[in-house]
């Protein structure tokens, strides 16, 4: 019912830069965070930044300072921008979004497919 759709990644070199978006659409709900996960090669998946409805922001310890959270709320929209990026941040990067479906009381939580990043020289 609801769709999250990511674009943004790619291959950049290290200190490069790149911004994902996740766009929801579909069934409308009440939102209350929003948030990337990423999932390196041989590794668990691991948050990396979220922000809640009330615009409060939570980061990794390994991406403080460097990655950036944000959103638009009349699109639906989430943001990551990232900068002075290092191969360790190689991985799949996931969307993912918490929230109650108008007229019940049962948080969803969502995934977006997920976007390759890669780090590399």
């Known amino acids: 019912q609801v769709q999250l759709v990511e674009s943004g990644g790619g291959l950049v070199q290290p200190g490069g830069s790149l911004r994902l978006s996740c766009a929801a659409s579909g069934s409308i709900f009440s939102i209350t965070s929003m948030g990337w996960y990423r999932q390196a090669p041989g590794k668990q998946r691991e948050l990396v930044a979220a922000?809640?409805?009330?615009?409060?922001?939570n980061y990794a310890d390994s991406v403080k300072g460097r990655f950036t959270i944000s959103r638009d709320n009349a699109k639906n929209t989430v943001y990551l921008q990232m900068n002075s990026l290092k191969p360790d941040d190689t991985a799949v990067y996931y969307c993912?979004?918490?929230?109650?479906?108008?007229?019940?009381?049962?948080?969803?939580?969502?995934w977006g497919q997920g976007t390759q990043v890669t780090v590399s020289s």
């Open positions: 922000i809640t409805s009330g615009g409060s922001t």
């Open positions: 993912n979004v918490r929230g109650v479906p108008i007229g019940i009381t049962i948080e969803f939580n969502y």
